[in-house]
Structures are given as structure tokens and as C-alpha cells.
T-cell receptor
Framework: SQQGEEDPQALSIQEGENATMNCSYKTSINNLQWYRQNSGRGLVHLILIRSNEREKHSGRLRVTLDTSKKSSSLLITASRAADTASYFCATDQAGTALIFGKGTTLSVSS | DTAVSQTPKYLVTQMGNDKSIKCEQNLGHDTMYWYKQDSKKFLKIMFSYNNKELIINETVPNRFSPKSPDKAHLNLHINSLELGDSAVYFC????????????FGQGTRLTVV
């Protein structure tokens, strides 16, 4: 059962620009997480935001959560070539597992 | 030390064969998962184990059988491999099911020919 949907599917920007990715989900959640996947690698956790939080920051990352709209956004500021990766949102499914969206592929060119 | 390790990293096998993928975590987590990632990068949960007990089995064919000998290990055995099983399989672990950060292995790329 798929929970999250990321938008856009692909995003190409220049170094130094900001990148914004959006995630929509269907059912109520306890938390929402964002992960990064570099090509050919496993997923790496970036940030977790709980359902009672509206915004969270970690370094160049800013995550917002709007539970009334069932949506979240991930903002990466001052992008670098090393940020090139796929980004996934994930929500908890009734305390059983993390359910991932389809991901946004970000390409940052120098 | 690798937190979540899977072996093998690559697996090429013929249709009809039986194969296993091993996963071990040294994080002391209670929960382990198997995910399948298809060619479009869609990650689908297959199994979730908490304290060695199966808590989720997402409509996976019964040719796939997970085995958790202890909390640190969750192996995946696949019988009668089919072409459609070709994918990257990821093992992951977390403190609690879905509620906390998950740590992923590097993946096993399975190719069925």
C-alpha cells in the first residue's frame, strides 16, 4: 500500500539554487520522514517531523508539514552537486513499517 | 562497522532457482524490514519484523519467505525465481516499526535470467 507521492518526479537546478520537493500522503500519520538515495546506494535518513510539528530544520534542509492538507515539503537551500540524488518521503503505516513515495530525482549541475 | 549489512551485493541467477539474501544489523534494533525497489525506483515494503515476529506481509508471493533467527538477522529466501523478481532488495532496521529513523543496507541487486 503506497502512502506518499512526491512531486515533481524530476528536478534539475544549478548549484547555489534552492530545491523544493513536495510529498502528499493519504491517511493520518504519526510522523513523516525524508530520505536520500544516491545512485546505487541504500537510503539515508535526512529528517523526521512529527505530526504535531509544522516545521523543522537541519543544516541546509527545511521540512514543513501540513496535516490538514496531508502534505509535506523538503527545501534544500544553496544546492551543491553532491546533493544530486533521489529523495523520498516516508510515513509510518499504523506502527508496522515505513511506506515510501515514488521519489523525486534531483540533479544539481555545476 | 557497517550498521546494516546485506550479502550478496549482486546476485545473477536463472529462472526457477532458489536463492537467499542475508541481512544483519549491529544497531541493537528490534525491527527489521525487507523492501523491493523496482526499475522505476519505487520502494515497496515486503515484510516487517518486530522482536522476531512478523508484523506485516504486504501481498508478497509465498515464494518469498523471510526468516529471523534472532533480532539482529532477517534473511530472505526466494523459491522458484521468476523474471519479475529482478529488482534491488533492501534490508533495513529501526528501533520501532515505522516510528523512528530507519537504517538501510546497501541493497542486493537480483537479476533473474
Amino acid at each position: 500500500s503506497q502512502q506518499g507521492e512526491e512531486d515533481p518526479q524530476a528536478l534539475s537546478i544549478q548549484e547555489g539554487e534552492n530545491a523544493t520537493m513536495n510529498c502528499s500522503y493519504k491517511t493520518s500519520i504519526n510522523n513523516l520522514q525524508w530520505y536520500r538515495q544516491n545512485s546505487g546506494r541504500g537510503l539515508v535518513h535526512l529528517i523526521l517531523i512529527r505530526s504535531n510539528e509544522r516545521e523543522k530544520h537541519s543544516g541546509r534542509l527545511r521540512v514543513t508539514l501540513d496535516t490538514s492538507k496531508k502534505s509535506s515539503s523538503l527545501l534544500i537551500t544553496a544546492s551543491r552537486a553532491a546533493d544530486t540524488a533521489s529523495y523520498f518521503c516516508a510515513t509510518d503505516q499504523a506502527g508496522t513499517a515505513l511506506i515510501f513515495g515514488k521519489g523525486t530525482t534531483l540533479s544539481v549541475s555545476s | 562497522d557497517t550498521a546494516v549489512s546485506q550479502t550478496p551485493k549482486y546476485l545473477v541467477t536463472q529462472m526457477g532457482n532458489d536463492k537467499s539474501i542475508k541481512c544483519e544489523q549491529n544497531l541493537g534494533h528490534d525491527t527489521m524490514y525487507w523492501y523491493k525497489q523496482d526499475s522505476k525506483k519505487f520502494l515497496k515494503i515486503m515484510f516487517s519484523y518486530n522482536n522476531k515476529e512478523l508484523i506485516i506481509n504486504e501481498t508478497v508471493p509465498n515464494r518469498f519467505s523471510p526468516k529471523s533467527p534472532d533480532k539482529a538477522h532477517l534473511n530472505l529466501h526466494i523459491n522458484s525465481l521468476e523474471l519479475g523478481d529482478s529488482a534491488v532488495y533492501f534490508c533495513a532496521s529501526s528501533h520501532a516499526p515505522g516510528a523512528t529513523e530507519a537504517f538501510f543496507g546497501q541493497g542486493t541487486r537480483l537479476t533473474v535470467v
